[in-house]
């Protein structure tokens, strides 16, 4: 691909977007009881926008270390490799501290995942997306094995003693909001991905037609097994949830699909309108997503709670207000962007890890 493909960023914008929008429902604790049809539409993105957002990151990985894995470069392959762990480590270190005012942090998850990327580089795309299913199947056996609820008080979303090793290797691994397995399978999901010819269309079209079906039927096997009793079903009834909490392959494999027919329509959208006036706040709002992360919940929530608006309150309120914020993150996205080539947590971590 010799030019950039602003559909990524676009798709970008679109799921951290919808983080906002289903981190506000949660912190809110806004319910979906009694509100009007179109508002309990968006309960559709949770768990989805995140995996987008990480599936992306993967296709980021590829695109990176294209060239030298293309041209069998061992020595620049390390260089980006090295690269990747310093950033990993950035990552992981900025998450542990955001996490101390944001429980649901993803970051430290994030810099985890780069750790395996950075392993995963060179692997064949069937390898890659092996692995992938490997991290789903690991999370079940974890699943039937161990107790996932353990530490969690589900009231309040707070997950006692996170700070003890042992708890904290718990979440990291099987039971926190953005565990390794199966999340990780998402990044080598999207290595894969990331080698693809997006900018064809017949390619665009057929990843776009296979996301979709596979989504469909995810959810329409959920749909239907909600219909049944689950009489002689065991313990295999509980696979039959496309919920992110616990990630249980149908969630994997609904969100998957999801995230590229999302990602195939922005790149076609981006490969339409390119250059559009009004494309551009959504191509920047994608640039400067980890900025935009961090500040949905340090200037966010943090003014809905000087206002004593951050808690109980109602689903539209909840939409209503991540929208607001939204809005503005997008007009801020594209000033900044006008001035200044990364936003101010890219730039620190570029300056922090080259």
Known sequence: MDKRVVGFDLARALAVIGMV?????????????????WLRVFDVIDGRASAIFVILAGVGLSLLSAKARLANDAAQ????????????????????????????????????????????????????????????????????????????????????????PSKFFYNLFFNGF????????????????????????????????????????????????????????????????????????LYFVAASGTACAVIAACIAVGERCRGARWLAPLIHTGQIALTLYVAHVVIGMGMLEAFGKLENQSLGFAIGSALLFC??????????????????LEWLMRRSTG
């Open 178 to 249: 953005h565990p390794i397995f199966p999340w990780a399978g998402f990044l080598l999901l999207g290595i894969a991905l990331g080698r693809l010819d997006w900018q064809a269309p017949g390619t665009r079209a057929r990843i776009f037609a296979a996301g979709l079906l596979v989504a469909v039927a995810a959810e329409s096997l959920v749909w239907w097994g909600a219909r049944q009793t689950h009489t002689g079903w065991g313990i295999w009834g509980f696979l039959l949830s496309s919920q992110s909490m616990p990630p249980l392959p």
């Open 77 to 164: 392959i390390r260089a980006d490799r090295l690269m990747l762990v310093k950033r990993a480590a950035f990552l992981f270190v900025v998450g542990l501290l955001y996490v101390q005012v944001w429980p649901a942090d993803i970051l430290h998850f994030y810099g985890a995942y780069l750790i395996i990327g950075a392993a995963a580089l060179t692997w064949r795309s069937r390898t890659l997306v092996a692995a992938a299913a490997l991290m789903v199947l690991g999370f079940v056996v974890l699943v039937s094995q161990y107790n996932y609820e353990q530490g969690w008080n589900w009231h309040t979303l707070s997950y006692a003693h996170f700070w003890t």
């Open 21 to 37: 929008i289903v981190n506000f429902k949660i912190v809110m604790h806004a319910k979906a009881e009694g509100a009007p049809a």
């Open 327 to 344: 809005f503005g993150a997008v007009v801020f996205s594209h000033l900044w962007r006008q001035r200044f080539k990364l936003g101010p």
